[in-house]
């Protein structure tokens, strides 16, 4: 099968590869998904699971990518829940071969049956992005009806999606990132916008929740932003500064079967919209990663037509 491959971590997106690999391994509970369209985060070449194996071994040529949609091809053994053929959508694990390829070997726990009517493009979309604003607002945020959330990168893959649930739950919506991000997350349902290079973050008020995923002195800056009883929750690094008097979160998101049919639900709805950027080939993907040359929104590599 055709993958892209990386095998030099000095290389970086310079390693990046079209190659033939060998079709990939259903171990108990897996399923092999022949991915229509994958998604990646421009970061993974950095995380060490790009890498290395779950010991910590070598394990290059390793296929980036980690969220795919597409259609089941072969069970392994023990598996249930899918059957062969169906439409599913999710996350591909980090420590094995990911989804920039025709095919990929994935436990099943970590997809979700896709509906006959979304697109694999969108649904490719929406497995990190929804998962990690679900888990970040609501799981370890806590935020709920009528409090007031602070959420960076407002036009950006998570704050998008994490935007649209928040205004869903009845918050009060406070987006940030640059001036021209404005009005995407004020469509998106941002109550009002920080432009951070030009307006004081500090001006944005007291919050019950900052969600973060921008990291470094925005973070460090935000901790002072969150009231008493609230929550700082960051994706981007382990904070070193907390609230004087709150929580500070950071966390990796996790595979949520259910979760994703609940996201996939508002989709179908009307009532969230994964923002897609730029469509490419898999033969692309590698100038796709470049950073400089991304379309705002999440780009898809769609690797098979549907
Ligand atoms: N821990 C986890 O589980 C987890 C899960 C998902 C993602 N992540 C990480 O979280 C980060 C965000 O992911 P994403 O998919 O949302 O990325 P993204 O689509 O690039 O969104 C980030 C947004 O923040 C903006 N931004 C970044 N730095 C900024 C700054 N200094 N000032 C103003 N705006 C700034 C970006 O603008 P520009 O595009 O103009 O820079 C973009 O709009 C990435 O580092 C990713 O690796 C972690």
Partial sequence: MQAITVSDRDAGIAGMTLADLPHPHTAENDVIVRVHAAG???GELDWPATWTDRSGRDRTPSVPG???????????FGTTGLTVGQRVFGLADWTRNGTLAEYVAVEARNLAPLPADVDHVVAAALPISGLTAWQGLFDHGRLSTGQTVLIHGAAGGVGSIAVQLAREVGAHVIGTGRAADRDRAIALGAHTFVDLAAEK????????VVFDVIGGDILARSAALVRAGGTLVTIAEPPEVRP???????????????????LITRVRDGRLTPV???VRPLAEAADAFAPGKRIPGKTIIQVTED
């Fill in 66 to 76: 980690h969220e795919l949609s597409g259609a089941v091809t072969e069970l392994g």
């Fill in 201 to 208: 973050l500090e001006e944005a008020g007291e919050v019950d």
């Fill in 244 to 262: 004087e008097d709150g929580r500070a979160v950071f966390f990796v998101v996790e595979p949520d079967r259910v979760r994703l049919a609940d």
């Fill in 276 to 278: 897609v950027g730029a």
């Fill in 40 to 42: 990646f985060t421009p």
